[in-house]
């Protein structure tokens, strides 16, 4: 007899849903695509609990035929399209039929709508894909769903959610974008009874940033209106100036669409590379509008993503159209694309030392790592080739360590990686040929208490960590990246960046806590402008800010004053600190501590603060560096958890050699 079996229909059904939805913001972006795909002018979206106990969507369109109310929940049934063919001329958002299917067999669901040509509206409530009842009701035209109890009957991805500010985040997030690709429509959204969001719906797309972004990035927008022969962009751009610690606020719209494509983002990032500081994100809201034939758009279930079938052709024309742009229409920061990096050195000398300490190599190397797909043709075909990073290595001017620890080199330098061939290895090694001039180095034993970082499930012997300390032999730095050390076992290759981010955070960790948290009043406070997503998780977190010393007011709806900050943080970039703590916060897994919020906060400062990858260091420098590194709790990870260093046993370098 054979095995296998079709599966019942309830849970192909079950399957098949755990595709579309993954959790509470995709159902409101599914309901929202139907309500606008309907024609809707408004649309009234309520949650409570993050989506868990409640998610109401309401429009006005015009509403589902009595008899196509049953069909709406069957799977692959829809309106919008007949064949195949179909997928290649598509203007709506939906398609496949598949989203109140999947809704109604995960959750209790109950949807009242009526038809534009009807009398009445006709009710059905369904739990499990079973249809519970249907009878007809009083309503006015459109239709209006409600999502309770979801993932009820599968408790297995019920636990899987994240905190109530983490979902509701995702919900934000999703209402923000779709209300931006429609500011024909007016969109209101409610969380536990308080409104979060609301837009005109005038049409004016300046007028719904403002309402969903605030005035700061409102009033920092520029237009920009391209069109090309495969391509045309309308939208804004955001002054170099006004940048974010993530992408956001980069929203990318494909034929009315809102979409994650790392392509667009990786376009419009190259043409802001250098506006920008170190680590920093722009703020665009860019409408590509392209031949349906040349997008993809069923290639992610949740329809998230696109692909491009001319991918080179668009990111070049995005690319080029947003440097043009800026450079058109942005006079108050001087940009000249022919002398860009000169732009950037002099912006560096001005904001001083404090700041190159600050921000740093994280994003920053992720931008280039992601520029490297394209740079070959980008380089070669681009008429803007002044863009190409300039090597640092001959014009190097160390400063001198300061007291704090940090091994700062100028910042001309900071971010940049030079490209070393296999021939640049060896003179790169700053290596005595001598061996009794190598540097030896005995130093007392240290007497390391148990790790700061206490879930992290790092074994490594005290022993041997007091052995490599007593003895290492500096032997030098390559790539600018990575310093090489010989101890008892073996040659050590340490990550400079990481290991001082490592040193950093211990140091920040052991003054905050001595201070008690101490604050510290800004003499002019600072004034933080927050979309409607961010002051909710602000809202969410109010009590564990406070807690380490983040002293803030209200100014206005979606404004917050910071008026004292922990003595640590004086004369760092608050506005950017917070940031990273909203952005943190955004994508908990669980609710978070004090605690645990001060140790983010912390890790964040230590990554800024510390010495770049690709940027040089004298001897004495890396010595130190190295020194004060065994002297840690954890010499082997960063606060991030990523290693510091990677030790080559002499076995392993004598069994490649073949000896």
Do not use: W
Not at 251 to 269: C, D, H, S
Not at 297 to 307: D, G
Not at 625 to 634: A, G, S
């Amino acid at each position: 007899m054979g095995i296998i079996k079709q599966l019942p229909q309830n849970v192909a059904n079950q399957i098949s849903a755990g595709e579309v939805i993954e959790r509470p913001a995709s159902i409101v972006k599914e309901l929202i695509e139907n309500s606008i795909d309907a024609g809707a002018e408004n649309i009234e979206i309520k949650i409570e609990d993050g989506g868990r106990e409640l998610i109401k969507v309401k429009d006005d369109g015009h509403g589902i035929q009595t008899d196509d109310i049953e069909s709406a929940f069957n799977r692959y049934a829809t309106s919008k399209i007949e064949d195949i063919d179909d997928l290649y001329s598509l203007y709506s958002l939906g398609f496949r039929g598949e989203a109140l299917a999947s809704i109604a067999s995960v959750a209790e669901v109950e949807m009242i709508s009526r038809h534009q040509d009807s009398d009445q509206a006709e009710k059905i409530t369904l739990k499990g894909g079973e249809i519970l009842s249907k009878k007809p009701v009083g309503s006015t035209v459109g239709t209006e769903i409600t999502v309770r109890d979801l993932f009820y009957n599968t408790p297995a991805r019920y636990k899987y959610l994240k905190t109530t500010t983490t979902e509701f985040s995702h919900i934000s997030k999703i209402v923000s974008a779709e209300a931006t690709a429609n500011s024909d429509l007016s969109f209101k959204l409610y969380h536990d009874g308080r409104q979060i969001l609301s837009t005109p719906g005038n049409g004016k797309l300046k007028d719904t940033i403002y309402a969903v972004y605030g005035s700061e990035i409102a009033d920092n927008l520029i237009p920009i209106d391209v069109e090309d022969r495969y391509i045309k962009l309308s939208g804004y751009l955001c002054r170099p100036e006004l940048t974010r610690s993530s992408r956001s606020h980069e929203l990318f719209f494909v034929n009315g669409r809102p979409i994650y494509n790392n392509l667009t983002a990786k376009a419009v990032e190259t043409a802001y590379n250098k506006l920008t500081d170190p680590g920093r994100k722009p703020i665009v809201f860019l409408f590509i509008k392209v031949n349906p034939i040349l997008v993809d758009v069923n290639v992610h279930p949740a329809k998230r993503e696109v692909k491009f079938s001319r991918s080179q052709i668009i990111f070049d024309v995005i690319k080029k159209a947003v440097r043009r742009t800026l450079k058109e229409n942005d006079p108050t920061t001087r940009i000249k694309l022919k002398q860009s990096a000169e732009f950037k050195d002099q912006k560096n000398e001005e904001e001083g030392v404090e700041r190159e300490k600050i921000f740093g190599e994280k994003e920053d190397q992720k931008r280039e790592k992601s520029e490297a797909n394209y740079s070959n043709s980008d380089e070669q075909n681009d008429s803007d080739s002044d863009f190409k990073r300039k090597s640092s290595a001959n014009n190097y001017n160390p400063q001198k360590q300061n007291k704090s620890g940090n091994y700062s080199s100028s910042n001309k330098y900071r971010g940049e990686k030079n490209n070393y061939s296999k021939k640049d290895l060896q003179k790169n090694i700053n290596y005595s040929r001598d061996s009794r001039q190598a540097e030896t180095f005995s130093e007392d034993k240290e007497d390391f208490s148990q790790l700061i970082e206490k879930n992290e499930n790092q074994e490594y012997s005290l022993a041997k960590v007091e052995a490599e300390e007593s003895y290492f032999k500096y032997l030098g730095q390559i790539f600018n990246s990575y310093l090489l050390i010989e101890t008892d076992q073996g040659l050590k290759i340490v990550d400079q960046h990481n290991a001082q981010e490592r040193i950093l955070y211990e140091r920040f960790y052991a003054e905050f806590n001595q201070k008690d948290k101490a604050s510290q009043s800004l003499l002019l406070p600072v004034k933080i402008e927050l979309s409607a997503e961010e002051r909710e998780i602000v809202r969410q977190y109010e009590d564990q800010i406070r807690e380490i010393g983040i002293d803030f007011s209200d100014f206005g709806s979606n404004t917050i004053l910071i008026q004292e900050v922990p003595v640590l943080l004086k004369n760092k970039p608050t506005r950017n600190i917070i940031e990273e703590l909203i952005a943190e916060l955004a994508e908990a897994g669980k609710a978070k501590s004090a605690a645990e919020i001060q140790k983010t906060m912390l890790k964040y400062l230590a990554c800024r603060s510390s010495i770049k990858a690709g940027q040089p260091l004298t001897k004495k420098e890396s010595v130190q560096l190295i020194k004060d590194l065994y002297k840690t709790e954890n010499p082997y990870r960063c606060p991030h958890s990523r290693p510091i260093m990677i030790n080559i046993s002499r076995e392993e370098i004598e069994k490649g050699l073949g000896r």
